[in-house]
């Protein structure tokens, strides 16, 4: 257990030194059943803060990889609009092709105008 237990409901001195010592389970010393709880809580608190240090590193890793995402859709978007104006020249040129007409119907599925 810590030696530092900082808790804004503990502001008597003595009481403090009294939850600031050691609990000695391998040694025999029996833990009153507040000791016991008090034990718990603090191993409950420690097991929150390694999964929230946890959840922090994960949420970084996850932005890290939403900006990745998100300059690769930019290129694709990029690519898409160049190709819009390639069928929009080519169906000008040939406005009765097939081909062209297809790909201009995908492309306004997909919302590229």
Same mark, same amino acid.
Do not use: C, W
């Given at each position: ?5 900082? /808790?804004? &409901? !503990? ?5 403090? #030194?009294?939850? %600031?010592?050691? @609990? ?14 008090? /034990?718990? &809580? !603090? ?5 929150? #803060?390694?999964? %929230?240090?946890? @959840? ?24 898409? #609009? ?30 590229? #105008?």
């Amino acid at each position: 257990m810590s030696k530092n237990i900082y /808790s804004p &409901l !503990i502001q008597d001195p003595l009481t403090k #030194k009294y939850y %600031r010592q050691e @609990l000695k389970l391998h040694e025999g010393i029996v833990l009153t059943g507040q000791q016991q709880f008090i /034990s718990d &809580l !603090i191993k409950q608190r420690d097991d929150y #803060k390694t999964q %929230r240090d946890t @959840l922090i590193d994960d949420i970084a890793v996850l932005r890290a990889n939403n900006e990745r995402l998100e300059r690769e859709n930019e290129n694709y978007i990029k690519l898409l #609009k160049e190709f819009n104006n390639l069928i929009n020249y080519k169906l000008a040129i040939h406005p009765g092709s097939d081909v062209y007409m297809y790909y201009r119907s995908e492309l306004n599925k997909l919302g590229v #105008k």
